[in-house]
């Protein structure tokens, strides 16, 4: 299906563009694919890593919180690496790894 196959080249880039620092470009992408269809794999993880690198802690656990709701539903292996990623970030968020401050 030619849609589905644009979220995931989309979400492949926002990975890219992680990988490479460019975070706003990142969070860009993940939300263009997000405004359509919320059960990509993969695109609210790099979401949140991308706030999380920019010190956006609230919206990093914000997004991850929505990824264990929205991304794959009824999957259990995948549910578990989210609950593991978004446990990760409020650990490192309470241990002042994350300030909280940049909110934007």
């Not at 794999?41 to 656990?61: F, P, Q, R």
Request: contains cysteine.
């Amino acid at each position: 299906d030619y849609v589905w196959d644009t979220f995931r080249i989309l979400c492949r880039i926002a990975r890219i563009r992680y990988k490479q620092g460019k975070n706003d470009e990142c969070i860009q992408k993940c939300d263009m694919v997000l405004a359509y269809h919320r059960h990509v794999d993969e695109v609210y993880e790099w979401k949140a890593l991308s706030h999380k690198a920019l010190g956006n802690w609230d919206k990093a656990i914000e997004t991850m919180n929505i990824a264990i709701l929205y991304e794959t539903p009824g999957n259990d292996r995948n549910t578990a690496r989210l609950v593991k990623i978004y446990q990760d970030l409020i650990c490192a968020s309470s241990e002042g790894k994350g300030n909280h401050t940049n909110r934007n």
